[in-house]
């Protein structure tokens, strides 16, 4: 049975209820984990204030600004779960970031800034916060991430975060193989296209979404809630076996060759 009671679970990256990290907080809520919810702080407080009463049927036991940009945040963050827990079980990763202009037209525009604030916000971080995860996972863990075809193939406008994502999925890799030691696995989950903000940013992400309903086995794409499923079962032990893969949720997308 999928049963995440005892476990205490760290999500990033819910912004309103179109993320995807909403869909997964819910189903791990579901099925019995204890959650702490981190925010993006803004100057003047309205994220905070949206994603507070989003969440507040969950009961969080912590919800902390954490901007992976900031170590200082990340440490406070981390310290506040140490102080709470004790510990953690679970860290979901479900963020990214690249400036507007970077996700349409040219690749080859990319600009130096550009490159280095999507890598360093939608890659890096996964890094730095196993990095703080990793001595709390005292008992073993699961880390999960959020990638996109856009990162092995290569599809029109995703440009930057298709390097970003390469890197990302390349790192679950190397952190699987480190942290297996420690009883921790992480994988990625690649989903299809959702409308969601960080979406609405990609060109054309209306189109990508059509094509993927004429064209995927499924004859649709996904939801957050199917991701958040996914999310549930891979941070449960009926997953214990399954670290640094790429699991596929994209009604079959992937597999198609026209
Ligand atoms: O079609 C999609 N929506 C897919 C998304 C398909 C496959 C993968 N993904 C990935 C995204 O690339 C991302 O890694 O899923 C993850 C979650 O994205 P989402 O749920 O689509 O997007 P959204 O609801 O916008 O959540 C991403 C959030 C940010 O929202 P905005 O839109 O304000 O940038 O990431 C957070 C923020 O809450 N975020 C940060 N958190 C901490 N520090 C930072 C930061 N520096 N920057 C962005």
């Known amino acids: 049975m999928l049963d995440l009671s005892q476990k205490k679970a760290l999500v990033t990256g819910i912004a309103n209820n179109r993320s995807i990290a909403w869909g997964i907080a819910q189903q791990l809520h ?8 981190t925010y993006l702080p803004d100057e003047r407080g309205k994220f905070e204030k949206k994603v507070r009463e989003l969440v507040s049927p969950l009961n969080p036991s912590l919800f902390l600004p954490c901007n992976v940009q900031d170590d200082t945040q990340i440490e406070e963050t981390f310290q506040a779960v140490a102080e709470k827990w004790g510990k953690l ?3 979901v990763h479900s963020l990214a970031f690249a400036g507007k202009e970077e996700l349409s037209g040219d690749f080859s525009k990319t600009s130096r800034e550009g490159f280095n604030q999507a890598l360093e916000i939608s890659t890096y971080s996964l890094t730095r916060l196993a990095q703080a995860a990793k001595p709390l996972m005292n008992e073993g863990g699961s880390i999960i991430t959020m990638t996109y075809l856009g990162g ?36 990625a989950i690649s989903a299809g ?38 999310a549930a079962f891979l941070c449960s032990d009926l997953a214990s076996g399954i670290t640094g893969q790429i699991l596929y949720v994209d009604s079959g997308y992937n597999i198609m060759g026209m």
């Not at 579901?30 to 919810?37: D, F, I, M, T």
């Not at 959702?194 to 990508?208: F, K, N, P, Q, Y």
């Not at 794409?221 to 996914?230: H, K």
């Open 30 to 37: 579901q099925a019995g984990a204890e959650l702490g919810v």
């Open 89 to 91: 079980d679970i860290l």
């Open 152 to 187: 092995e193939r290569v599809v029109p406008n995703y440009n930057v975060m298709g390097v970003a994502k390469a890197g990302l999925e390349m790192s679950v890799r190397y952190l699987a193989s480190e942290l297996g030691e420690q009883n921790i696995r992480v994988n």
């Open 193 to 230: 296209p959702i409308r969601t903000l960080a979406s609405s940013a990609v060109g054309g992400i209306l189109d990508m979404i059509r094509h993927v309903e004429e064209t995927a086995p499924l004859k649709r794409t996904v939801t957050q809630t199917e991701v958040g499923n996914t």
